[in-house]
């Protein structure tokens, strides 16, 4: 999503998009919208929450196209700031709040969760060996599991950093906070995510190898 | 290196391995690294963190449905900004002052135009006659309701003789005032609580006005002064 063809085509459209051209806006959801969706199935976690809040975003940007200022910032950056207060309203409409952990929510949601920690225990392999392959898996359920049990402001910026590749000030500014907020944040999930690992039984070995 | 440069290049850790720092922190945190091992082991976690990942249970894909949906949602808001648009234009815009009078004027019949401006003008004339004499007396003096004989906050400087007059209780001001003005004398002073006047003559030659004086039948005292 953020390679700089991409940016450029997305700025082009925008900028139709801002003069009220339908194609370009259609154009425009094809693009991009499988990127922020996919972070924000990652915040919501239920197809309709992540629906509703793909809606509320391309009608922000259908609204909100001519204000956007390349100087400011990559387009990514403004994509998912708008994304991610979309989500942070939609968990708030539905009665989850970004500062809960997986205790503090309401059942029905603690129970999607569960459900899938539970695929990813079921596909826990049995082998045990050296291969690196085999333990990134194993290693990759145990994040899972323990990713879930996190706040989903800690998730956001774990999301924002080690998957969607964005820098410390592009994350503030998606999360609309201060950079110094983003680290703590940042430092404060990984703390979290070594001590669910560690009661999992996930230890890190002097060669710099996880191992159960 | 203190424990604040620790944190800090344990803080920027998950940038470095993404290669998102600048050159300046890129090489903080390489020379911090040759040094401190839990700083090492954090780079090998969050490594093993961007390669695990989780993927979440479902994933997420745009659709034509969903698309149609979003269009709709966009056509009725257009619709809705438009209704409001032609509202807002179509609204009568709020009259000046000056447009209600011109509105008044031209509705009034032709005769009663003229008599209203004849009023207006006559009304306009009052106030400026009832204000202009406030004015005059604004700008006058304490006293200046008053006008005296002679002048005592202005005493001027004598170049005559200065007599001293006193006229009898019969003496009328406008017959006194004529006196002096055929004899060219000049009232400087008085009354006195005595009733007494002091006069100037024109000259320094006081005999012939002092004469003149003597002789009035209602001029009781003249004496010269200087």
Known sequence: MGNPADENKGVALLKRIAAKDRKAFEEFYYLYAEGFGRFLMKMLKRREWVDEAVNDVMLTIWQSAGRYDPERGRLSTWLFGIAHNKGVKTLERYGRHREESLDDIPDDIASDIETGREIFESNVSTTSGPEKTVMGWELGDALGWAFERLSPDHQTVIELCFSEDFSYQEIADIMDCPINTVKTRLFHARKKLSEMLARKGYTLSEQGAISQ | ?226
């Open chain 2, 1 to 226: 290196m203190t424990t604040n440069d620790h944190d800090e290049v344990f803080s920027l850790i998950p940038w470095y391995i993404k290669g998102k720092l600048t050159a300046w922190e890129h090489d903080k945190v390489e020379r911090h690294l040759a040094s401190c091992e839990i700083c090492r082991n954090e780079v090998v976690i969050c490594q093993e963190l961007t390669k695990a990942m989780p993927k979440p249970a479902e994933t997420w894909k745009p659709s034509a449905a969903h698309f149609a949906g979003i269009l709709a949602e966009v056509e009725r808001l257009e619709s809705s900004a438009a209704i409001h648009r032609e509202k807002t234009l179509s609204r009568p815009k709020a009259k000046g002052l000056f447009q209600r009078i011109k509105e008044i004027i031209a509705a009034t019949p032709g005769p009663m135009r003229w008599t209203l401006a004849f009023e207006t003008l006559a009304i306009a004339g009052l106030v400026v006659i009832a204000i202009l004499p406030l004015q005059f007396q604004v700008n006058r003096g304490p006293d200046a309701g008053f006008e005296t004989l002679s002048n005592a906050d202005k005493p001027e400087v004598t170049k005559g003789k200065l007599i001293k007059v006193v006229f009898a209780d019969d003496m009328a001001t406008k017959e006194l005032s004529g006196l002096l003005s055929q004899n060219g004398l000049q009232l400087r002073d008085g009354p006195s609580a005595m009733g007494a006047y002091v006069v100037e003559t024109p000259s320094t030659d006081a005999e012939k006005p002092l004469a003149i004086l003597k002789a009035h039948p209602k001029v009781r005292l003249a004496l010269v002064l200087n």
